[in-house]
């Protein structure tokens, strides 16, 4: 509650006034989106449930598990390295989707060859089928607008830590483009990651996003925005988003970041990763920029230095 608030409600005490319209913005602050909220919530894991036990990899064994997030079950492909576990367990990423649309979306049938390019390199890595797609349980849900996929992410890193062939002080996080937004609410939110690398990632702030750059992303238009519906603008409600928006918080973030993105990406603008980068430059955070001329979204063209920098940026760090 705001000392202005406190002051208006003893006034009325005092005067006889009887019962005031709080004001909105200090109910804002248990929203549940914002940072300060999903730091405080507790996000219990437990042991994989082996659903089904796939055909190997070159060099590693695949796996569709389930998880509980929020009570819901949430399926994902798990994969593990064939070569003799390391004493304290392998290096861990966790690996996120962006956008596919969740009927379309399966846990083999996509990001395969994205995931196996981590997998191959003896590091185990788990995919979550996010709420809502696939066979996972729950409504599939705005990564702009609600903390539901965050919340996914925050218990499956509960489960990796849990898992007994991963090393819990080792976990990395791959993201592309909505897995990025996700990802940078997570490094503000947890230290158990100690790595990201963010692929085309919407890591703009609030601001970038709705204002700023709001004409140059498709996917994320104000009219059909319930946040800006409610609340205005940043520009207009800055108290408001900065509760939700990592970019309020960057200087907690421990890990190192590294970012990609191609300059002809029609998806997300490279102004977000720009930004990202700049900032945190200004805080002295470990962070790396590879810039893609003329390349697309999923940085096709591009895509075998991409990994080449993103696997060396893992085994570095991951030590």
Known sequence: MSRVTKILIILCI????GAIDIDQTDTEADFPMAIKVLRKRKYPGGDFLIEKKLSNGTNYSQFKVSYLSEGLKIYGLLTVPTSPKPEKGYPAILFVH????????????????????????GFITFKPDLRGHGNSEGEAVSAHYSEKYVVDIMYAISYLKNFREADPKRLGYWGHSNGGETGLRVLVIS?????????????????DMLETYNNKIRFLKNGDNPLVAKYGLPGKNNEF????????????ISAPVQLHHGTADKSV???LSIHLKEELQKLNKKVE????TGDDHNISRNSDIAWQRTITFFKNELK
């Open 241 to 252: 988003w900065n509760r939700l928006d990592p970019y309020s918080f960057l200087n907690d």
């Open 289 to 292: 920029y590879y810039e893609y």
């Open 269 to 271: 603008p490279i102004e």
């Open 14 to 17: 005092f005067t006889g006034l």
């Open 191 to 207: 230290s158990d990651i100690k790595a990201a690398s963010f692929w085309a990632g919407v890591v703009g702030s609030y601001k």
């Open 98 to 121: 962006g956008y596919i649309p969740p009927k379309k979306y399966t846990t083999t049938g996509s990001y395969p060859t994205y995931q196996a390019a981590l997998a191959q390199r």
